[in-house]
């Protein structure tokens, strides 16, 4: 299939398409409410969001619904095939998607942007290919019965958005939702609505009318209306870990499953045997400095083993001095915004307080702007803290910014025992040469995604979710897909 141009080459004309609408049933509907949404980067407005009431979000579940039998119906690897193919469009009309989600988040073209557009196509063909493994079981049950299983569609999905990497996260959950033959309402992020909407309208050119839908609006309006909508069977969430617990009881309500992905404070373990310029890229990477350090992943905790604090430090902060801050669609810079004021007041609070901390030690890394159009409140340097005692609130919560803390280690029993103390348990990292050391910490670290010598984000064929209060599920693999959108049934035949 070659793909056709279907979005204008001007994101603020994609943007301005979006007014006020919801995608329902493979057209715009109206919205009778709108919200604005500003470019963080220069706090103007840059369009009008649909605010959607509770009738104009049951809407969209009604439409899913409909359009459920007939896409349930389509062989596996049909329904496969079209997913994937939507994600080759959506690759090749990456760049003003990308450019869309640069002016609505403020994260920087070059470094983030772009990349995020490449892996929201990449799953979208990754679980395409995966169809046929919606595959049952036979089970020896008794040697005159046929007893099978067979994997089912679960109905209609809501996957609700936040707005920290929108793309990725909307494929994570409607791709797969997909191909197993659910249809989907996404609930897009009211910070950041329009890049969901450009990408969800690109993929509907591959799906029957209604398999796909998307709505705007409010967490209490529009989301809630969403989880507590009779016709929804599964929900599928990204975000905080307080809306989290009051998705889950949504859920829990009609007996309905619901995957959550929320916070995190993941740990890095520095050994003393590290490489380290490795731990020090490693460090940059897992800290997301580059999205402002707006990850669930963030690896925000760094145990440095005491013989390399120092060295560590020094050569951090020398790189993260070398970063550019600055405008977000100028492809020189490699750092753009917080998403909000709210936010970065969020953030400085932490920092604040760290810096009133007897002994700690606050590190602001690089240069801000000084272009007179450029917001100055939403830039942030990177900053690492040294020095806090653990118990501390910026070693134990998620501050959800780029802030990076760092603590020295000598004795081994006891990092593994901090790096396990908080409530989460997203992810954690181990650097070191030596493989029994990595043995024993990835069986001992508390975390859903564990690695060695690398602070990887999401991965296609990689199951990524937390344990404790980072949430619930597995996301990005098979495994996700099979057990989170599926539901499995038990056929006994007996025809002896
Ligand atoms: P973040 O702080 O990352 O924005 P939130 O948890 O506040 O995370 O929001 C994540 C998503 O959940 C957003 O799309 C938001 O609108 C939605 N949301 C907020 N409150 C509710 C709710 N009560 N029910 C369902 N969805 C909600």
New binding site residues.
Partial sequence: MTHDPFLPADPLAVIASYAQVNLIGGVRVPVGTGMAVTNPATGARIGMAAASNPGETAAAVAAAKAAGPAWAALPARERGRRVAAAGRALAAEAEVVARVLCLETGKAIRTECRGELAVAADLLEFYGGLASELKGETVPFHPRSLTVTTREPLGVVAA?????VPLVLMMLKIAPALVAGNTVVV?????APFATFAAAEILMQYLPDGVLNVVNG???D???A??AHADIAKIT????E???E??YK?GAGRIIPVSLELGGKSPMIICADADLDKTVTGAINGMRFTRQGQSCTAASRIYVHSSLLSAFVDKLAGKLEKLIIGDPMDEATDIGTIISARQAGVIRSYVARAAATPQAIVLRCGTLPKDADLSPDLFMQPTLILGLPEDHPCVQEEIFGPVAVIQAWDNYEEVIASANATRYGLAATVWTDSLSTALDATARLDAGYVQVNQNLTIQPNVSYGGFGRSGLGKEASLEAMLDHFTRKKTIVMNFD
Avoid: Q
Wanted: hydrophobic share 45%; net charge negative.
């Fill in positions: 609700i958005l936040p707005w920290n609930k897009a992020a009211e910070e409010d967490g209490p529009c989301g809630a969403l989880t969430f990204t975000g905080s307080e809306v989290g009051v998705v949504a």
